[in-house]
Every structure is written in structure tokens, then in C-alpha cells.
């Protein structure tokens, strides 16, 4: 059935019902693209670290225009915005309870480009972003230890030489075609509100309808790698393990995914030049600059600074020996711009923690606010993220093992109650999360994976 505001709490037994009968949850947000608003190019990068991506979508602003009005137009508004912020506040501590249950469930969510859905949910329901990126990680594997991304499964060995275009929308359009078996379902007596023959794309809930049938359909078309072939692969099946954890990267010309379980891809960018020039210069100027060194590819960082990425590496330095007596531009390694980079960013930590220790004598604790105040006041922010296609490789092998189903814990209303209503700063909500990890070994909660045998049919590489 169909859950809204509406009716959300009187049926928030069978949200649960739901949750602990479900074998997955296909999670959309619809939020808008890293795109959106001005300034673009200083938004995403081809270049960009994982540190760096995860900054900008953390960071990214509303852009808010202000008109001039009267002072009863004012006091109006005012009482409206209040208003709204009061029922938005009360509907997600109220809808806070779902996310928590369906985190302690230890159950797969799936998502398809999924890092935005993923930050906010962390974001909103839990505690605000963490300011680095492996502490983000860590929250994360805590809240949801398991995450599937299918844009970056159809990006990969065995689907990428057979799907063309990772769209949600064509994707699902492929996935009916052969090889492969697209599942049959059944909508409930009176609630036709989903049929894929008349597509609602954009909608959040049709969206996490067909991510979710996307999803069975690829995991199925992995059991025919097996002898003899598998028709139906679970959500729990050991084939789609090497997929876990791994949420795809948009607009990244050579990190297709961010790790959440590790370390992240480090590519050589031996043959990446940082460019900084007059803040006229267009595109067709650094193609003029560099027409001497062949194919070249362009990632503009902002007005006046580019990455300059050239098809030989052996001709890296003779490009940086060019701008040594060059007035208006300045070439220099990757490497190099990042060593630079490195020690500011040292530098900046060094004094802030100078300024902090001279300033703690004097500074008075702040009272701590309501968690769900906490995660209102932080709501000011918005994440950002659209799409692109990355290649990869997996290796196949013949052998699948089975797993065995675990013993879930049941989440009284009480527990949950109890999270969202205690004063909680940030560093209270790490602990939370840590606790949560800790429970979730100590239940091993249904649909856990065993980390005594791990998979051997496919493998998402550490390179690319």
C-alpha cells in the first residue's frame, strides 16, 4: 500500500511488518544533481579525490533570493516558515523510526547512484556529516552495512560489455531484453499505483520500485554463470558480495567507486598536468596551449585553473618546462599540485589547532540541543550528485556457497523512541554508531554474511 503523512502512523505497523519480511530495500531520494545552480565546473571535477567529491556534496549550499516586504508580509512569513518547520521536524523524528529499523534489520539496500540518498539519510536520521570522509565511512558501514549500488554493478564485468547506457530508465528497459529474465510482480488488489508499462520516472518511490527490479534481475543473470545455472539469485547469495559497499562515482574520470569498506582507488595521474591561467582563457586556448602534445582531455577546477590530462606520460615534463618563462600561465605536475596542496591543508589544521588551544580557556561548552534540533539546524545544507558511466572488470569463475539465513532482533517503538529523543551533540552520535556496529556483530542480524569464505565469481578490481 501506499504510505504517506497522512497515514504514516497508523500504519507504521505494517511499515515494520514489511521490514521484517522484506528480503531487500531499494531506497530513492530524488534529490537534484551536483549540477544544479551556478558555477558548475567548480562543483565537480574529472579529477577529483574521493576527499574532495565528498567535500563538495557535503558542502554545497541552497541558493536562497531575498526580496524586500512589508513588516506584516514579514511577521506572515515568518509564522508559515515556522509552521512548516515544526511539521517537517515532527514528520522525520516520526519517520526516523523506519530508517533505524530498517538499519538494525542488517538487511541489503540497494540504490542506484545512491551516494546522495545514502549522505542524506546519514545526515537527516542519525547525526550531521562528519567533516572527513574515512569518518563518513565508518558512520556509514554502522547505519547500513550492507549497500549495493546497481549503477556501478550494470558499469561492470559481465554487464558493461552488454548494457550501453546505466540510465535508470533505460537500464530497466534493458533488463527486460535477453539474456536476460526480468521478475514477475504483482501489485496488491487496489493499489496499481506502480506498472512499469506506464513509467512515473522522477518519482521517488517508482524509482526504488525499478531499482529494486533491476537489481534481481542483473543478481539472476549471475546465477547463469553457474554449473549447473542458478534461476533465481537471493539478496544473501555469495555472487553479489564483491558488489557490496562500493557506491558508484560520478564524473570521476579513473575512481569509478567509493569504498566504503577501505582505502580508495589511487590512480597514478602520472600523465595529469594542473594549469593555471588568466581568467579570459576558454577552452579552445588550453587546446591551443598543448596542440604540440595530440589528444588531450580538459577538466576545468574553476575560472582560472584546469586539469590537462595528455595520452603520454613521457611528455609530461616537457609540457611543465614550456611555462617556465611563460607571463601568463603556469604548468606544473599532479603530483606536485598535490604535495602543494597537502602542506596548505597542514598548514590550515596547524593554526586552527594553535587557535583552539589558545582560545579553550576562555571558550564555554555550548548546551547540548536535541538530536532531532541538531539534525534541523544542519538541514540548511544540500547534497548534489548526476551520473556517469565508468569500466570495469570482473574475473568469472564456477562455484557459488551458500549462506545461511540469521536471527534478526526485534525493535521495539520504545528503543526507537528512545534514539531520537536524547540530547545528543555529534560526537555522541559517532558513539551511537559505534554501539550500533558492535550490537550488529554480537546479534549477527538476518541476512549477515559470513566472512569465512568470500566470494569467488566476480571481482570488482582495485584497478581500472
Known amino acids: 500500500m501506499e504510505i504517506i503523512r497522512s497515514n504514516f502512523k497508523s500504519n507504521l505497523h505494517k511499515v515494520y511488518q514489511a521490514i521484517e519480511e522484506a528480503d531487500f530495500f531499494a531506497i530513492d531520494g530524488e534529490f537534484s544533481g551536483i549540477s544544479d545552480g551556478p558555477s558548475v565546473s567548480a562543483l565537480t571535477n574529472g579529477f577529483d579525490t574521493p576527499e574532495e567529491r565528498y567535500q563538495k556534496l557535503k558542502k554545497k549550499e541552497r541558493y536562497i533570493v531575498i526580496s524586500k516586504v512589508d513588516e506584516e508580509e514579514r511577521k506572515r512569513r515568518e509564522q508559515q516558515k515556522?509552521?512548516?518547520?515544526?511539521?517537517?521536524?515532527?514528520?522525520?523524528?516520526?519517520?526516523?523510526?523506519?530508517?533505524?529499523?530498517?538499519?538494525?534489520?542488517?538487511?541489503?539496500?540497494?540504490?542506484?547512484?545512491?551516494?546522495?540518498?545514502?549522505?542524506h539519510t546519514v545526515h537527516q536520521f542519525y547525526c550531521p556529516l562528519p567533516v572527513d570522509l574515512n569518518e563518513f565511512k565508518e558512520m556509514t558501514a554502522c547505519v547500513f552495512p550492507r549497500l549495493l549500488d546497481t549503477k556501478l554493478m550494470a558499469s561492470t564485468q559481465p554487464f558493461k560489455d552488454i548494457i550501453n547506457n546505466t540510465s535508470l530508465a533505460e537500464l530497466e528497459k534493458r533488463l527486460?531484453?535477453?539474456?536476460?529474465?526480468?521478475?514477475?510482480?504483482?501489485?496488491?488488489?487496489?493499489?496499481?499505483?506502480?506498472?512499469?508499462?506506464?513509467?512515473?520516472?522522477?518519482?521517488?518511490?517508482?524509482?526504488?520500485?525499478i531499482t529494486g527490479l533491476c537489481f534481481i534481475s542483473m543478481a539472476n543473470y549471475l546465477g547463469s554463470f553457474l554449473s549447473p545455472p542458478k534461476i533465481h539469485v537471493s539478496a544473501r547469495s555469495k555472487l553479489i558480495e564483491p558488489f557490496f559497499n562500493k557506491l558508484f562515482l560520478?564524473?570521476?574520470?579513473?575512481?569509478?567507486?567509493?569504498?566504503?569498506?577501505?582505502?580508495?582507488?589511487?590512480?597514478?595521474?602520472?600523465?595529469?598536468l594542473h594549469v593555471t591561467f588568466p581568467k579570459e582563457w576558454k577552452t579552445s586556448d588550453l587546446y591551443q596551449l598543448f596542440s604540440a602534445f595530440?589528444?588531450?582531455?580538459?577538466?576545468?577546477?574553476?575560472?582560472?585553473?584546469?586539469?590537462?590530462?595528455?595520452?603520454?606520460?613521457?611528455?609530461?615534463?616537457?609540457?611543465?618546462?614550456?611555462?617556465k618563462y611563460a607571463e601568463s600561465y603556469r604548468i606544473q605536475t599532479y603530483a606536485e599540485y598535490m604535495r602543494k596542496k597537502q602542506e596548505e591543508k597542514q598548514i590550515k589544521r596547524k593554526w586552527m589547532e594553535d587557535g583552539w588551544k589558545d582560545a579553550d580557556s576562555k571558550r564555554l561548552n555550548p548546551q547540548c540541543l536535541p538530536y532531532?534540533?541538531?539534525n534541523h539546524y544542519y538541514s540548511n545544507n544540500?547534497?548534489?550528485?548526476?551520473?556517469?558511466?565508468?569500466?570495469?572488470?570482473?574475473?568469472?569463475?564456477?562455484?557459488?556457497?551458500?549462506?545461511?539465513?540469521?536471527?534478526?532482533?526485534?525493535?521495539?517503538d520504545a528503543e526507537?523512541?528512545?534514539?531520537?529523543?536524547?540530547?545528543?551533540?555529534?560526537?555522541?552520535?559517532?558513539?551511537?554508531?559505534k554501539k550500533l556496529k558492535r550490537m550488529k556483530k554480537e546479534l549477527s542480524p538476518a541476512g549477515s554474511i559470513s566472512t569465512n569464505s568470500p566470494a569467488t565469481l566476480f571481482e570488482v578490481p582495485d584497478t581500472w
Open 82 to 119: 515556522h509552521a512548516k518547520e515544526q511539521e517537517e521536524l515532527n514528520d522525520a523524528v516520526g519517520f526516523s523510526r523506519v530508517i533505524h529499523a530498517i538499519a538494525n534489520s542488517g538487511k541489503l539496500v540497494i540504490g542506484h547512484n545512491m551516494l546522495l540518498d545514502v549522505m
Open 176 to 209: 527486460k531484453e535477453t539474456p536476460f529474465n526480468p521478475p514477475k510482480v504483482e501489485s496488491a488488489q487496489g493499489f496499481p499505483s506502480y506498472d512499469t508499462a506506464s513509467e512515473q520516472l522522477h518519482e521517488a518511490g517508482y524509482d526504488a520500485y
Open 250 to 272: 560520478m564524473r570521476v574520470m579513473d575512481i569509478p567507486y567509493l569504498n566504503l569498506e577501505g582505502p580508495d582507488l589511487e590512480p597514478k595521474r602520472d600523465h595529469v
Open 294 to 323: 595530440g589528444n588531450i582531455q580538459i577538466s576545468w577546477i574553476d575560472d582560472t585553473s584546469a586539469f590537462v590530462s595528455l595520452s603520454q606520460p613521457e611528455q609530461v615534463q616537457i609540457a611543465v618546462n614550456t611555462s
Open 372 to 374: 532531532a534540533l541538531q
Open 382 to 412: 544540500s547534497f548534489t550528485a548526476p551520473s556517469t558511466v565508468g569500466k570495469r572488470n570482473l574475473s568469472p569463475s564456477q562455484e557459488e556457497a551458500g549462506l545461511e539465513d540469521g536471527v534478526s532482533g526485534e525493535i521495539s
Open 416 to 433: 526507537l523512541e528512545q534514539t531520537n529523543s536524547c540530547a545528543e551533540p555529534l560526537s555522541e552520535g559517532r558513539k551511537k554508531a
